[in-house]
C-alpha cells in the first residue's frame, strides 16, 4: 500500500518502481478547503519579521507552526522571536533525530509556542488540534503549499493558513486560486491591529526523565510518582509520551519546581532516576 497527499509525476514515478499493476484509488474530501481559512497579506518592511509579529500580535495564536524555505531562514526567525520573549524552537533536517523528535513532543505538550521548520514539518506532521499555520516563506510550488497548511484544520476542525507575500509572488496566489477554483486575495499587513503585547508564555514545560519503555516505566508509574512522592496536583501533570529510553512529561509551570525537586529525591518503582526540565 502506498499514500500520498498528492500524486504528482514523481510520486506516481515511485508507484511504477515499487508497485506491479497497482490499482489507484482517489479519496477528496469536499470540506476540506472549507475547513482551513486561508488569509493572505502582502508587507512592505524589508524586515520581515516585524510583520511576522504583527500578525502574531494580532491573531494571538495558541501554537503555531511557521513554515520558512531554509534553515537560515529558520534560525533567523527562531532567533528574532526569542529577542521577543516569544517561545520559539526549530526544526530542519540537520537536526539529529533525537533533537527532532524532543522539539516535536515539546510542541504537542504545549511547552513551545511556535514551531519554525522547514518543509521537514509539512509533510506526516500529526499534531492535534493545530490552530495556525504560517508561510513565512511562501513555498515555490502549489503542491507544498497543499502539505504545509493541512497541518491545521484536520480531522474535521477548523484551522487557520496565513501567508507572508512578496510583490513578486502574486503568480502563485493566482496558481493556487486556479488550483482550488476558490478566489483569493491579498491584503497589506498594515492593516492588522496590534496590540504590542507578545504572546502568553506556554503553560507547561516538559521534563525528561532517564526511563522508558525498555525499563518498564508506564505512564500510571510517572503521574503517581508526581502526585505522591512529589506531592503535586494531577491536574498539574498533562501529556506524557514515552520512548524506549526515556519518558516525557508535561507539567505546569507553576508546578515545575517542585515536581523537579520531588522526582529527584524520591524513586520511580524502586529505582533511582535522573530528571531535568528540557
Given at each position: ?11 506516481l ?47 494571538q ?18 532567533n ?19 533533537d ?24 506526516g506532521?500529526?499534531?492535534d ?10 513555498p515555490?510550488?502549489?503542491d ?19 501567508s507572508?507575500l ?9 496558481q493556487?486560486?486556479h ?10 499587513v ?21 526511563a ?44 515545575t ?15 533511582r ?6
Amino acid at each position: 500500500l502506498f499514500f500520498s497527499a498528492t500524486y504528482p509525476d514523481d510520486i506516481l514515478a515511485l508507484s511504477r518502481q515499487f508497485q506491479k499493476d497497482a490499482d489507484q484509488i482517489n479519496c477528496h474530501h469536499e470540506n476540506d478547503s472549507q475547513q482551513i481559512e486561508q488569509l493572505f497579506f502582502n508587507y512592505r518592511d524589508p524586515d520581515k519579521l516585524i510583520a511576522l509579529t504583527r500578525l502574531l500580535n494580532h491573531f494571538q495564536p495558541r501554537t503555531a507552526v511557521i513554515f520558512c524555505n531554509t534553515r537560515n531562514a529558520v534560525n533567523h526567525v527562531c532567533n528574532g522571536m526569542k529577542v521577543r520573549k516569544i517561545h520559539a524552537a526549530a526544526l530542519h533536517g540537520d537536526l539529529e533525530q533525537r533533537d527532532r523528535d524532543e522539539v516535536l513532543i515539546r510542541f504537542r505538550q504545549q511547552s513551545i509556542t511556535l514551531l519554525v521548520a522547514t518543509d521537514v514539518a509539512a509533510r506526516g506532521l500529526d499534531i492535534d488540534d493545530l490552530p495556525l499555520v504560517i508561510n513565512y516563506d511562501m513555498p515555490l510550488q502549489a503542491d507544498s503549499y497543499t502539505h504545509r497548511i493541512g497541518r491545521t484544520g484536520r480531522a474535521g476542525k477548523c484551522g487557520m493558513a496565513i501567508s507572508l507575500l512578496e510583490r513578486h509572488q502574486q503568480a502563485l496566489l493566482e496558481q493556487l486560486c486556479h488550483k482550488q477554483d476558490r478566489p483569493l486575495t491579498a491584503s497589506a499587513v498594515d492593516t492588522l491591529a496590534s496590540a504590542n503585547t507578545g504572546l502568553a508564555a506556554p503553560e507547561y514545560a516538559t521534563l525528561c526523565i532517564s526511563a522508558g519503555r525498555k525499563d518498564k516505566i508506564r505512564p500510571g508509574d510517572i503521574l503517581g510518582a508526581l502526585t505522591g512522592e512529589a506531592g503535586i496536583d494531577g491536574q498539574d501533570v498533562g501529556n506524557i509520551t514515552l520512548t524506549d529510553r526515556r519518558t516525557y512529561v508535561a507539567v505546569r509551570i507553576s508546578a515545575t519546581c517542585q515536581a523537579l525537586a520531588g522526582l529527584n529525591k524520591g524513586r520511580i518503582k524502586k529505582r533511582r532516576i535522573k530528571i531535568w526540565r528540557l
